[in-house]
């Protein structure tokens, strides 16, 4: 019965590993979507103004 016990808390921490990793990755996503944003919106910005000399 100690075994089942034993292997029970090691798979539970395991899980509680996983799922701490996957918030940090989910988190970082985030992160690098929201620069891909701005990024987007400052290649529309260069855009518009290349445009302008283009005349």
């Known amino acids: 019965m100690n075994q089942i016990l034993d292997v029970t808390n090691e798979v539970v921490g ?13 988190a970082s996503m985030e992160e690098v979507t929201s620069s891909a944003n701005v990024l987007s919106s400052m290649a529309e910005e260069l855009q518009e103004k290349i445009r302008q000399f283009k005349l």
């Not at 395991?14 to 989910?26: K, M, S």
């Open 14 to 26: 395991e899980t509680q590993n996983i799922a701490a990793a996957t918030e940090q990755q989910l």
